[in-house]
């Protein structure tokens, strides 16, 4: 077994890492399975809303080649490459170009996404260096449009979700038509209980689709959440409490959307599924599969999750794929 370093120190509580890390073994030869576990049944084919390519953990490299391997094994048509480029993201960068090389390896497969840091190109505080930064960055987008990229995430950066250089970089990708994909825990893109700031990016930018994950996003779920909870993985079995964030911001929002991938998705549902059940088929129409699968070996509990829970088959189609074929502009699919 290979264990890694914790680089995140700021909470001793659960964390995607932690978690990934405690779960998760080498794999000793490309002839061994990539992923533990029986192969998916389901007849319908996915598109994968996260994957990563690189190394996450020292040693524990995921190349193209090994995802489209994943993918031919679990039944998955296309996914979506997501640079890290924020460094707050991940321990080593993973850049666009990365993606971008992996889509014209395999146009047929690999959806890349970009990824800018506002913080880059952007002055906090001032209008007139918030007009020029949403400028430069339409600039960028476009470029990467042009390479290929239909959508820009993940998005995981240090600031509050709706800082001034955060809703330039909404504004920009509003302009030019590109979906974000966010991570939102306590550390990264941080909101408050009952997510207000989201809220202000989705009522600022009703055209711009904003796609949640990660811990902060699922745990809103339920009416009970608190910030600690924006920073842990819940205990399984736990209950819901109605009345939670994200059923009342979907209801409200048609621009927001849930990634079901990593801990935080699979647990938001695994904890209470008669309750996670009812909400995918409430938010069928604003949910997405994914499985942020970023190396080796990795357990991708979301197969088995799903399949347990016979959803009705137009259920499963809209989120195995017909969402994302919307929404990012697929065609012949």
């Not at 811990?215 to 109605?242: C, L, M, N, Q």
């Not at 904890?271 to 499985?291: K, S, Y």
């Amino acid at each position: 077994m290979i264990t890694f370093p914790d680089a995140d120190t700021h909470s001793q509580m659960p964390t995607r890492r932690r978690f990934l890390a405690a779960s998760l073994g080498a794999v000793a030869t490309l002839g061994m399975p990539l992923i533990a576990g029986a192969r998916t049944t389901s007849k319908i084919k996915y598109i994968d809303i996260h994957t990563h390519l690189g190394a996450f953990y020292f040693g524990q490299e995921l190349t193209a080649d090994l995802l489209v391997r994943f993918m031919d094994d679990h039944n998955i048509e296309k996914a979506c490459v997501l640079p890290l480029i924020s460094p707050e993201s991940a321990p080593v960068a993973q850049p666009v170009t990365t993606a971008i090389e992996a889509f014209k390896e395999y146009p047929d497969r690999i959806i890349p996404f970009c990824s800018v840091d506002p913080r880059a190109v952007t002055e906090p505080g001032k209008r007139t260096g918030h007009v020029a930064g949403v400028k430069g960055i339409v600039d960028i987008l476009k470029r990467y449009q042009e390479a290929g990229c239909r959508g820009l995430g993940e998005h995981k950066t240090g600031l509050w979700f709706d800082a001034p250089q955060q809703m330039a970089l909404y504004e920009a990708c509003e302009l030019v038509g590109l979906p974000i994909l966010f991570h939102l825990d306590d550390i990264r893109n941080p909101d408050t209980v009952g997510l207000p700031r989201l809220e202000n990016a989705l009522t600022s930018f009703p055209k711009l689709p904003l796609i949640g994950h990660a811990a902060g996003f699922w745990a809103s779920i339920s009416g009970d959440a608190t910030f600690e909870d924006f920073g842990r993985y819940p205990e399984i079995p736990k209950k819901v409490t109605p009345g939670g964030a994200l059923d009342r911001l979907m209801a409200k929002y048609p621009n927001l959307y849930g990634d079901l991938s990593e801990p935080g998705g699979e647990k938001a549902i695994a904890r209470d599924p008669a309750f996670g059940r009812e909400f995918l088929i409430r938010n069928a129409n604003q949910l997405l599969f994914g499985t942020d699968v970023l190396m080796p070996g990795q357990k991708i509990p979301q197969f088995e999750l799903l399949a347990s829970l016979n959803l009705p088959e137009d259920v499963q189609y809209k989120i195995f794929r017909g969402n994302a074929i919307r929404l990012l502009k697929l065609t012949g699919q």
